[in-house]
């Protein structure tokens, strides 16, 4: 083989390797910021109070809870007895914004005060960015299959222009002045 013949294969191995290498390595880059809270330094705290709610075994959910913002029950207090409500007693879920029970006492009413962290903007741009590159990698592997049909492709035409002019070197087929044999 000639080597710029050699070049097409081996440039397009070399593509298809390092574009695996750099996917993998943004996608590790993207998911130790996204896991490490790097970017939660600046965020803002707000505590909020509700009145009204209750804590039984079917739970409460908290009214302004939003799931893109952190929240913990700072304290519950029953507001029948004015006496804050040990955290052992209840339980409350960060991913939902349900408050339940967690022993048989039920409590009708009850102020919940609660600590809103809110994402901060460079938080909502990776979690954003994270998102937007995951979908482009679903995207892209989607057509994966047909762009390496026209690899294959290229590389066969390629295979076959070779093995023609090698043949025709050799003196095999192609027009040539000699007789047959």
């Given at each position: 083989?000639?080597?710029?013949?050699?070049?097409?294969?081996?440039?397009?191995?070399?593509?298809?390797g390092g574009?695996?290498?750099?996917?993998?390595?943004?996608?590790?880059?993207?998911?130790?910021?996204?896991?490490?809270?790097?970017?939660?330094?600046?965020?803002t705290?707000?505590?909020?109070?509700?009145?009204?709610?209750?804590?039984?075994?079917?739970?409460?959910?908290?009214?302004?809870f939003?799931?893109?913002?952190?929240?913990?029950?700072?304290?519950v207090v029953?507001?029948s007895?004015?006496?804050?409500?040990?955290?052992?007693?209840?339980?409350f879920?960060?991913?939902?914004g349900?408050?339940?029970?967690a022993?048989?006492?039920?409590?009708?009413?009850?102020?919940?005060?609660?600590?809103?962290?809110?994402?901060?903007?460079?938080?909502?741009?990776?979690t954003?960015m994270?998102?937007?590159?995951t979908?482009?990698?679903?995207?892209?592997?989607?057509?994966?299959?047909t762009?390496?049909?026209?690899?294959?492709?290229?590389?066969?035409?390629?295979?076959?222009?070779?093995?023609?002019?090698?043949?025709?070197?050799?003196g095999?087929?192609?027009?040539?002045?000699?007789g047959?044999?």
């Amino acid at each position: 083989m000639v080597e710029g013949e050699t070049g097409i294969i081996s440039s397009l191995i070399n593509g298809v390797g390092g574009l695996i290498v750099l996917t993998i390595v943004v996608l590790v880059i993207v998911s130790t910021l996204l896991g490490a809270n790097l970017l939660r330094a600046t965020e803002t705290t707000t505590t909020a109070l509700e009145t009204g709610a209750f804590i039984n075994s079917s739970g409460y959910t908290v009214t302004n809870f939003d799931t893109t913002n952190r929240n913990s029950a700072v304290s519950v207090v029953n507001d029948s007895a004015i006496g804050t409500i040990d955290s052992a007693n209840y339980t409350f879920n960060t991913a939902t914004g349900l408050l339940t029970n967690a022993t048989a006492t039920t409590w009708d009413l009850v102020n919940i005060t609660f600590t809103d962290v809110e994402p901060t903007n460079f938080e909502t741009a990776s979690t954003n960015m994270s998102t937007g590159f995951t979908s482009g990698i679903d995207n892209v592997s989607t057509k994966i299959p047909t762009i390496l049909l026209i690899g294959a492709v290229v590389l066969l035409f390629g295979v076959i222009v070779l093995l023609v002019r090698q043949s025709q070197a050799m003196g095999i087929g192609g027009s040539s002045n000699r007789g047959s044999l």
